[in-house]
């Protein structure tokens, strides 16, 4: 079985650019994340859906972030002008359903914003 | 903040040692979680603890869950090279695992 797949691995950016990041759960898997990994810390939760609904975006910079996962499966996460402050790794996670389901996560983008 | 150390730690030692990581937590949790992140990779769980276990093992893993003070372990023995990676803990922030909040982990590099 594939695992949750991303694209792009890498990008690189000048400030005021725009970027998306595609991610293509593990099928089945209802609910999806998108998390911001700056570099020597742990992943922080920016948004997830279960299947097209947002359940949780209070941690999305809604000014500039913006996710969506129109049929319930593939998700595209865009900042529409990034800052240097937005250098990190963008990693995508799916689970099941059920409560402690195990999320599985993809390799991740990682952006750097010049 | 979920979480009592900020910075990320880090671990240096020899093939065939055991090593003991330890995150604080500041709030209720229903489970920890254990995960470990290789250069490249994204998170992947390796253990999960439940606010009513003590103690978890698999193979050469073993946690450690004290819901007085607030505090997980994780213990890794006869540490291997492949065992070089990011730890991380996390909690569930109450919502059956759906919202999970990652700690700032622990950088272990085991030399061959």
């Known amino acids: 079985e594939a695992g949750v797949t991303q694209s792009p691995r890498y990008a690189v950016l000048q400030e005021g650019q725009a970027v998306s990041f595609w991610c293509d759960p593990i099928?089945?898997?209802?609910?999806l994340y998108w998390y911001q990994q700056p570099r020597d810390q742990g992943p922080q939760l920016l948004v997830y859906?279960?299947?097209?609904?947002?359940?949780?975006n209070s941690q999305l910079p809604s000014d500039r972030f913006s996710a969506v996962r129109p049929k319930g499966t593939n998700s595209t996460l865009k900042i529409q002008s990034a800052k240097q402050g937005d250098t990190a790794t963008y990693l995508c996670?799916?689970?099941?359903?059920?409560?402690?389901?195990?999320?599985?996560f993809g390799p991740g983008t990682r952006l750097t914003v010049l | 903040s979920q979480w009592g150390e900020e910075n990320l730690q880090a671990l240096s030692i020899q093939e065939g040692e055991d090593v003991t990581m330890n995150c604080s937590y500041k709030?209720?949790?229903?489970?920890v979680q254990w995960y470990r992140q290789k250069s490249g990779k994204g998170p992947a769980l390796i253990i999960l603890?439940?606010?009513?276990?003590r103690e978890k093992r698999s193979g050469r893993l073993r946690a450690t869950l004290d819901t007085s003070s607030q505090s997980s372990s994780l213990s890794i023995t006869g540490t291997l090279a492949t065992d070089t990676a990011v730890y991380f803990c996390?909690?569930?922030?109450?919502?059956?695992?759906?919202?999970?909040?990652f700690g700032s982990g622990t950088r272990l590099l085991v030399s061959p």
């Open positions: 603890i439940r606010s009513n276990e």
């Open positions: 996670a799916s689970r099941p359903g059920g409560n402690y389901a195990e999320q599985f």
């Open positions: 996390a909690t569930d922030a109450g919502t059956g695992g759906y919202k999970v909040v």
């Open positions: 099928s089945g898997h209802d609910t």
């Open positions: 709030t209720y949790t229903t489970v």
């Open positions: 859906f279960r299947d097209e609904a947002v359940i949780d």
